[in-house]
């Protein structure tokens, strides 16, 4: 077939005629992807792909290879990196050594020794280097723009395996795959010990599963289950809580935060170690009071803030990190279903702390701040979220009354039909956790005539008819009281 069709050279000629090479389009990429002066000697080096400038390269994948060990590959826009060279990792903030530069030819490794700028290497020795990291000579570079993830891990499964003395593998195994896939969430849950999986979808988990399934392991694994977020959709009065002791005093409220302050939050654009007045300007411009704008203590990446208004209050700085620490508990396991916490401002109002810093530690205040947290939200109206994945679908003409019968059994709803040619292309949306059975529901319907993909693509409440037997389901498999706490547990009197 090759020799009849050689598809190889008319898609290798085409390269050679239509892409430009790194010294022609680093003069127009550099400048988009790179934020720093453009006039400066680096600027020029980067932009003139100069093999005689300092080395900055990007790295856009990282594998682990069992010998090897991680392995970053990426573009290098500047300079001549060789075996040996002590390099920085900018946005790890780590220093590192090449230990080997190799290039990759197809699926092979080919060890190189040196690379000019244009070159894509794969270099051994960087072990914390990560996809979007920026690495150079030069140790203070601003860093290209990171990889940023629109999606959420949304659904979990519990990976064991089948005979305990595979454990060990299974760890390293884990470790590898989410080095390679930064989507894959691992964590272990310290009640039941078990290792549990997070990520995009079923498809996504069923193709990390087969992964491991090829490194040799046999695995057994549960049911998928959804991850939801807690919130609280409205704002409320200042309520109080006490320390253990009852010689420290909280007094906090809760509001929620706007949605495009959560997407800078997750996108980066707001971060917590940034300088405090870049980000009050930023808050300002979004229509935040001044004094609001530079009284934010802590953010969280899923979306959340804690807010410090206090005023004239003795040993507040140091009292800080034992608050920031009941914030970070409750970010993690909100008050009706113990899930993640998502979109909420919480406003430290005042704080009555004991003389004595032996009755004003973490053991003290971490309690009362994370009791002050959970009672604001439960009397802000708390809810929780489901992931909701866009889908598109493809079918003839004669299945779109099928296709919107089947999103609409699925909680779903259909967005938009268009019409191409013979095929007719329908956007919709449905909960995530719908779509466990949507392959076998889709191929029946429509006798396999449709193709489809989803997409994460927003956090939406649920519906308030099935909120109350939704939350005692989650209690339940938690191992709690089917009924959320009541706030009075929480708020205390003066």
């Not at 959970?374 to 708390?382: C, F, H, R, T, V």
Request: net charge negative; glycine share 8%.
């Amino acid at each position: 077939m090759a020799e009849r069709a050689p598809l190889h050279e008319a898609v290798l000629g085409m390269v050679v005629e239509h892409h430009p090479p790194p010294h022609v389009a680093q003069r127009y990429r550099i400048p988009k992807i790179w934020p720093g002066d453009l006039n400066s000697e680096l600027g020029k080096s980067l932009i003139s792909c100069d093999d005689k400038g300092p080395v900055v390269m990007m790295v856009t994948t990282i594998n682990v290879d069992p010998q090897a060990g991680r392995i970053a590959t990426g573009r290098l826009f500047s300079g001549t990196v060789k075996d040996g060279d002590e390099v920085y990792l900018i946005d790890a903030k780590r220093p590192g050594k090449v230990q080997s530069v190799n290039i990759y030819m197809g699926n092979t490794r080919e060890l190189v020794n040196m690379l000019p700028s244009g070159n894509i290497p794969a270099l051994l020795g960087l072990d914390y280097a990560v996809a979007g990291e920026t690495i150079s000579t030069v140790k203070a570079i601003p860093a290209f723009e990171s990889i940023k993830y629109v999606s959420e891990p949304v659904v979990t499964i519990a990976v064991e395996p089948k005979h305990p003395r595979d454990l060990p593998k299974l760890v390293e195994a884990l470790r590898k795959l989410t080095v390679e896939d930064p989507n894959l969430i691992i964590k272990i849950n310290e009640e039941t010990g078990e290792t549990l999986m997070a990520g995009m979808g079923v498809l996504h988990l069923e193709i990390a599963t087969s992964l491991l399934e090829e490194a040799g392991l046999d695995i057994t694994t549960t049911q998928p289950l959804i991850n939801y977020r807690e919130t609280s959709r409205n704002k409320t009065s200042t309520i109080m809580s006490k320390s253990p002791n009852k010689h420290n005093k909280i007094f906090m409220r809760v509001e929620p935060l706007g949605d495009e302050i959560i997407d800078m939050i997750r996108t980066g654009q707001i971060k917590e170690d940034m300088d405090k007045k870049e980000m009050a300007k930023i808050l300002r411009g979004k229509g935040w009071g001044a004094d609001e704008a530079r009284s934010v203590a802590a953010l969280d990446v899923t979306g959340n803030m804690l807010i410090d208004e206090t005023k004239g209050v003795q040993f507040i700085q140091e009292s800080m990190d034992s608050i920031k620490s009941g914030f970070d508990d409750v970010i993690h396991s909100g008050p009706i279903a113990h899930e993640t916490v998502r979109g909420v401002k919480f406003v430290l109002h005042h704080f009555v702390p004991h003389e004595d810093p032996a009755h004003r530690g973490l053991a003290q205040l971490m309690p009362a701040t994370r009791r002050a947290m959970l009672g604001s939200m439960l009397i802000a109206d708390p809810t929780l979220l489901e992931p909701i994945l866009g889908i598109e679908v493809k079918c003839p003409q004669e299945q779109i009354g099928t296709v919107a019968g089947i999103l609409s059994s699925k909680r779903g709803k259909l967005i938009n039909v268009d019409q191409k040619g013979l095929i007719t292309i329908i956007q919709g949306e449905v909960p995530a956790s719908e779509t466990f059975d949507l392959s076998e529901v889709m191929r029946g319907g429509t006798a396999g005539k449709a193709l489809w993909s989803t997409y994460f693509k927003s956090w939406q409440a649920v519906p308030q008819s099935i909120l109350r037997s939704l939350v005692a389901d989650i209690r339940k498999r938690k191992g709690l009281n089917p009924e959320p706490p009541n706030p009075d547990e929480f708020i205390d009197k003066e």
